[in-house]
């Protein structure tokens, strides 16, 4: 994993919430659809194992997407997360009245995108990721680009950049018999 700077360090140690987009970031960006219509997505298991260990210590999360499929629902439930916006044009004016509803610090919100309606978002934010496979516009403004694509791991290597800044890494490598 990338070597972070101490100032970069110091902006995640204070993330608290995770926002991530789904098509292109929890998925490589493809859908399968049949002849009837039904739609399929493949999704990392280990973007939600990190997510998991997120929800472990507490530090929220939520899914914002500009499309809507049931998919994205199942994959919350399994995953514990109660927090799914579809079907959202305007992500950036979605976040401000997020933000405004909920309380929540911007600051301490981390976001993860990969195509240009994510960039207002990342202007509000306090963590700005883009996944390796981003637009190059994303990439440009992003405080943060993976190492991995979208789809396989870059939310895996968000979830363990929360969790190492936050000092708790070492607890999680324990719970897996890890010294």
């Known amino acids: 994993m990338e070597v972070i700077n ?5 902006k995640i140690s204070g993330i608290n919430f995770l926002i991530t987009d789904v098509d292109g970031v929890l998925t490589d960006g493809g859908i399968i659809m049949d002849h009837m ?14 997510m998991k260990m997120l929800i472990r210590y507490g530090i929220g999360i939520a899914f914002l997407t500009g499309r809507e499929s049931p998919v994205v629902e199942r994959r919350a439930r399994d995953l514990g997360i109660t927090e799914v916006y ?4 305007n992500k950036g004016a979605f976040m401000i009245e997020y933000l405004a509803r909920t309380g929540l610090f911007p600051e301490r ?6 195509d240009i309606v994510d ?10 990721v883009a996944v390796a496979d981003a637009s190059p516009e994303v990439r440009s403004v992003a405080d943060y680009v993976t190492r991995a694509n979208g789809g396989r791991g870059a939310v895996r ?16 490598v324990r719970r897996y018999g890890i010294d």
């Not at 101490?6 to 110091?10: G, K, R, S």
């Not at 219509?37 to 990190?50: L, P």
């Not at 579809?86 to 044009?89: D, E, F, I, R």
């Open 157 to 172: 290597e968000v979830c363990e950049l929360i969790l190492k800044a936050g000092n708790k890494w070492p607890d999680v």
């Open 109 to 114: 919100i981390a976001y993860v995108g990969d």
């Open 6 to 10: 101490e100032d970069l360090t110091q």
């Open 119 to 128: 960039i207002p978002v990342f202007r509000i934010v306090g963590f700005s």
């Open 37 to 50: 219509g039904n739609e399929s997505k493949i999704f990392n298991v280990r973007d939600g194992h990190g």
């Open 86 to 89: 579809q079907n959202v044009k």
